[in-house]
C-alpha cells in the first residue's frame, strides 16, 4: 500500500484533461485525502497539448512530485513527452488506438495497460470527449478506491445537467473502472492506503482562496480585466455576486480598473484588482495616486514569465523588485507573497486590514502555479475569520470639528480619513502635493513635511512587520531561503533530505515587504549555510536581502523555465 | 436659501483673466445651488490641465486624479455609493486624448453621473499644444504648420458609443450652461456637457467674439441620427443645447446592489458556511 501516488493525465485542449484532474482531486479529498493538481497548457483554446499532474496523499504534503506513478494518455504525444518523467514500476494506460508503445523506450518494469478508451465510449454511444471519464473510471481501479468515491463527483460536477447525463458518466467511468479489474485486477502496485484523518477538507486554486480571503476581509468592490492567471477570481466574484452582496466590474483596461478601484475606495468601499505582470504595468500610474492620496488599495499580482507577452499561462516569480519599485515617487506599500493555499486565505483577509490600517497599497503577490493549481486545506483553516478593522476612520459621529485629512501631527504618518457623505469630512484627494486638508500645495516646507509624514508610515509598517515563518531543524547545516509558491516544494524536498540525515531548515518570506533589515541580520548571519531559491533568473529576494540587512546568500538555485521547482530539482541542484 | 457661495472655498482662482474656465465654474456652482445638492454629498472628480485647478476652489468632497483618469474614478464612486452626486471635471485633450478609451467605455456603460469636457482645442498647462479637438489648421506649439487632421468630435463619440444625455454648452452664456448643467446632473445616466471654451492665452482665433457669431440653440433630438447630425455641425453655425437625451438602464442599476448603496452593506460573507460548501 502506498501513501502517495502522482497521477499525471494528458491530451489535446478540449479533450476534458482539467475537469478530469479537478474530478478526481474532489474525489480523494471528500474521503479525507490530501491531494492536489496543476495543470499545464499553452496559450489557445483547442489542440495543442495538455496535462493536469495531480498528488494523492495519506499525510499532508506540500507540492506536486516529478516523478510519476501513473500517467494517461489520451493521445500519442502525452506518452512520448512524459517518459522520462516515469520510474521503475510506473503505470502508462494508453488507448491502443492512439499509440502502439515499445517497452524497451520506458523504465524497467514499466507496466504497459491498453485501455480501449475509444472503444468502450462508441459501445456505449458515447461521444470521444468522454474518454477521460472512462480514464478516471480506470483510476479509481489502480488506486484500489472504491468505485463510489467517483460517482459521488460526477453526480455533483454535472448536477445541472441532469440525471441522464449523470447515469452516462457514470456508465462511462463504471465501464473504465471494469476495464481494468477485468483484465489488470491482479495490479495493485499503486493501491493507496487509508487516509489517516477522513475529516473535511476544502479544495480550492490559489486564486480562489485569494477570493474567499477577500471576501472575510471586508472587500465588496472589484474591477479586474481578465488576464491568465487570476481570471478563476472574476469567476467566483460573476457567479456569486449577488448573493456576495459585492460589485464586479470588468473594466476597459487595467488603468481604468485601478482607478475605479480607488474610487470605490476613496467613497469608502474595501476593493481590489488583480492582474499579472502586463496589467499591472498599466496600473503603476495609479498606484502612485493611492500612494500620494493615502487611498486603501489591495492589489492580486499572479506573477508570470515576461517580459512582455512571455509565456502567459506558465508560472514565474520575476515581479517581486518591480513590484517594491514601481510607481513614481516615493511612497510606502506593503507585500505579501503567499506561499500555499492557507496562506492565500489568511494573507488577503489581512491584506484589507492592513491596507485600511496603514492607507497604503497592499499587494498579494502571487503566481500562476499557485493561482491555477488546485490544493486542499482542511475545513478548520476557514472556520474563524476576523472581524475587518477600519483602522482610523471617522465617521459622522466620531468625526472632530477641526478634522484634517491629511493630518501631519501623527507620530506613524496616519491620519484620520473622512468618506464622501459625511457632513464635516470635506476634503481633496489630490495627486498634487497638498496641505494637511488636501489642497494643492508647492510650498518647500509643507512638501517636505508631508513627504515625511507619508514615510513614516513606512517606518511604522516595518516596526510591526511579521518575522519570516521558520520550518525544520533549529540546528539546521543548510538553511533554504524563499518568497511565495517556493516553500511547497522546498519543505517536500526538506523531507526527502531529512531521510538521508541531513538537517535543514526553511525561512519563509511570506511577508516579503518592507522588512526590518536589523532583526533580518540577526536572523540570517548565525545559519551556517543559506541556499536561496526562487523562480526567477536574477535572484530578486536574494538582493532584497543584501540591500536591508547586507547579508550576501551566495548560495542561489534559481529557475525560470516557465516551470514551478519540483523537490527533487532542488535536491539535484544542490552542491554535496 | 442658499446662495452659490457655500460651493466655493476662499481660496483665489489662477485662471488667466477672461479664461473661459470662469463661467464653466460659475455655471457649476449655480446649477448645483438650483438643485440644492448638499456640499458633503458632492463628489468631484477632476482631470489633470487648466480645468482641474478648480478642484481648489470648489468646497465640496474633491478628488484631483491623473491626466485623463477621471471617469473611471468617477464611475468607482458611484458604483460605491450611489446616494453620491458624481461629477467628472475634465479638459479635451485630457478626456479625449490620454482618456479616450474610458470616455467611450463610460457611455457604453451609462453610469450615472455628468461629465464636463472643457473643450479649448489647447493644452492650456503646458503652454498651448494642440489638443485632439483643435480644428483643423490651428497653429499651436506642437502644430506650427497648423493640425493637419480633423478634430474629435466629443458629442459624436458620446452618441456613438452610447451615451443617454449629449450636449453642448458655451463658456460665454453662464445662465444657458447652468441650465444645461442642471439637466445634466438631474439625468439619470452618463450626460455629457461638452463646453466650448476660449483659451484667451494661446488660441488667439477661438475668442468669444467667434463663438458668438456661430452659437445658436437646437431643441432636443427624438432620433440619435440626427442628433450626430447635429453634432457634426460645425462651421458658420454651431448648434447648442441638449442634443439627445434617453433613459436606458445604468451600471448601478445592474448591480445586485442597486437599491441598498455598497457602502452600506455589512462586510464578509452571508451565508458562509453554504457558500464554503461550495468548495467540498
Known sequence: MKNFVTWKIGGEAGFGIISAGSMLVKAFSRRGFYTTASNEYPSLIRGGHNVITVGVGTLPFHSLHKTLDILIALNSETVEIHTNELHEGSYVVFDPKDVTPNSSDFPPNTRLIALPMSDIVKNLNATVLMRNTVALGATIALLGADFSILTDVIETQFKKKGKTIIDENIAVAQAGYDGIKKTYGSLNGWYLDAPKQPFGKLVMNGSEAVGVGALDGGMKFAAIYPMTPINSLITLFTDHKKELGITYIQPEDEIAGINMAIGASIAGVRSMVATSGGGFALMVEGLSLSGITEVPLVIDLGMRPGPATGMPTWTEQGELLFVIHSGHGEFARIILSPGDITECYQLSQIAFDLAQTYQVPVFILTDKYLNESIWCADKSVFDAPKMPQDGKRVTEKSISPDFKRYDMSPSDGISERSVPGTEKGLYIANSYEHDEKGFTTEDPLIRKSMTDKRLRKLTAIISHSPTPVIYGDTDSELTFVSFGSTKGPILEAMKILQEKGMRTKLIHFSWVYPLDGEKLKKLLQSEKRLVDVEGNGTGQLAKLIMQVSGVDIQEKLLKYDGRQWYPEEIIENLKF | ?280
Open chain 2, 1 to 280: 436659501m442658499i446662495t452659490s457661495d457655500i460651493y466655493k472655498t476662499d481660496i483665489t482662482p489662477t485662471w488667466c483673466p477672461g479664461c473661459g474656465n470662469f463661467g464653466i465654474w460659475m455655471a457649476l456652482k449655480n446649477a448645483l445651488t438650483k438643485l440644492a445638492v448638499p456640499n458633503h454629498n458632492v463628489v468631484i472628480v477632476y482631470g489633470v490641465g487648466c480645468h482641474g485647478n478648480m478642484r481648489d476652489w470648489m468646497h465640496v468632497y474633491g478628488v484631483e486624479g491623473l491626466h485623463g483618469r477621471a471617469l473611471p474614478v468617477a464611475q468607482g464612486i458611484k458604483l460605491a455609493n450611489s446616494k453620491l452626486t458624481v461629477i467628472a471635471v475634465t479638459g479635451d485633450g485630457d478626456c479625449i486624448g490620454e482618456g479616450g478609451n474610458h470616455f467611450l467605455h463610460a457611455a457604453k456603460r451609462n453610469p450615472n453621473i455628468t461629465v464636463l469636457v472643457h473643450d479649448n482645442q489647447v493644452y492650456g498647462l503646458t503652454t498651448g499644444q494642440a489638443s485632439p479637438t483643435a480644428q483643423k489648421g490651428l497653429e499651436t506649439k506642437s502644430t506650427p504648420g497648423g493640425v493637419m487632421e480633423l478634430p474629435l468630435n466629443p458629442l459624436s463619440l458620446a452618441l456613438v458609443a452610447g451615451g443617454t444625455f449629449v450636449s453642448r454648452g458655451f463658456a460665454g452664456d453662464i445662465p444657458q450652461l447652468t441650465e444645461i448643467l442642471a439637466k445634466a446632473i438631474l439625468h439619470k445616466g452618463f450626460s455629457v456637457v461638452d463646453i466650448l471654451q476660449p483659451c484667451v492665452t494661446f488660441d488667439k482665433i477661438h475668442d468669444y467674439g467667434w463663438y458668438r457669431k456661430r452659437i445658436y440653440t437646437v431643441e432636443p433630438q427624438k432620433e440619435k441620427h440626427t442628433a450626430l447630425e447635429k453634432s457634426m455641425e460645425w462651421g458658420d453655425t454651431i448648434p447648442l443645447g441638449v442634443l439627445y437625451q434617453e433613459q436606458k438602464e445604468t451600471s448601478e442599476d445592474r448591480e445586485a446592489v442597486a437599491r441598498t448603496p455598497l457602502v452600506d452593506f455589512p462586510l464578509g460573507i452571508p451565508k458562509r458556511d453554504d457558500f464554503l460548501n461550495m468548495f467540498q
